[in-house]
């Protein structure tokens, strides 16, 4: 059973453009978390999707940031017009249960973003 | 509200030295508490959880924490460290409402000294 893929890896953006980050889920996960570690920092929550559903945004910042998780394929992190205080690793994490309470999430390698 | 604080950025222990990481946590209700290990490059590792069951969580590689309600604490140990610990480690509670959301600490970045 692979483990939750993200791709890319690493990404490298100029101030202004656009980043796509992806994230696929384990297999029969369709809970889907987004962090964001800032360097030296722990992570910090910003969205929580299920299929076609965003639960809690509360993380996300107003502007420029959008997450979808489609029905079918990956679940998607988009910030438009990058900034280079948006370079940073973004991790997305996948659960399995509906109810969870002990919520065991399981986080994928991670994205690491930098803007030149 | 719920919140997590780990004690100590840098943690460095000698080789077979007991490892012992701090986390206090602050919540309103009783909480869902992690551990978890971040190698360089690499996404988190579950290290172990606590979830109302056994005060005394024993996890992976050897590593143990236990949850002290009076003092709010959830501090991981290992008994004798090992190189391959080296690596940051970040204590975690969950946010008991609709999201089940993890709040994590700043994290400590243990290293270990041959």
């Known amino acids: 059973n692979a483990g939750v893929m993200q791709n890319p890896r690493h990404l490298v953006r100029r101030r202004g453009q656009e980043a796509r980050l992806r994230c696929s889920p384990m297999?029969?996960?369709?809970?889907v978390y987004w962090y964001r570690q800032l360097p030296e920092e722990g992570l910090k929550f910003m969205v929580y999707l299920q299929k076609e559903n965003i639960i809690d945004e509360s993380g996300m910042p107003k502007e420029r940031f959008s997450a979808e998780f489609p029905k079918e394929g990956p679940s998607i992190l988009r910030i438009q017009q990058v900034v280079r205080g948006d370079s940073a690793a973004y991790f997305c994490?996948?659960?399995?249960?509906?109810?969870?309470?002990?919520?065991?999430?399981?986080f994928g390698p991670g994205t690491r973003l930098t803007v030149l | 509200a719920q919140s997590v604080t780990q004690l100590g950025s840098h943690v460095s222990v000698s080789e077979g030295a007991l490892v012992l990481l701090r986390c206090n946590y602050s919540s309103s209700v009783p909480p869902y508490l992690f551990w978890y290990v971040q190698y360089p490059n690499q996404g988190l590792q579950l290290l172990l959880k606590?979830?109302?069951?056994?005060?005394l969580v024993k996890g992976i590689n050897g590593f143990e924490a236990e949850f002290k309600k009076s003092e709010t604490s959830f501090h991981l140990t290992k008994p004798s460290a090992h190189m391959s610990d080296a690596a940051e480690y970040f204590c975690a509670v969950t946010r008991m409402d609709s999201s089940y959301k993890l709040i994590f600490g700043s994290g400590t970045r243990l290293l270990v000294r041959p």
């Open positions: 994490a996948s659960s399995p249960l509906q109810d969870a309470r002990d919520n065991e999430q399981f």
């Open positions: 606590y979830t109302s069951a056994a005060t």
């Open positions: 297999k029969g996960h369709s809970h």
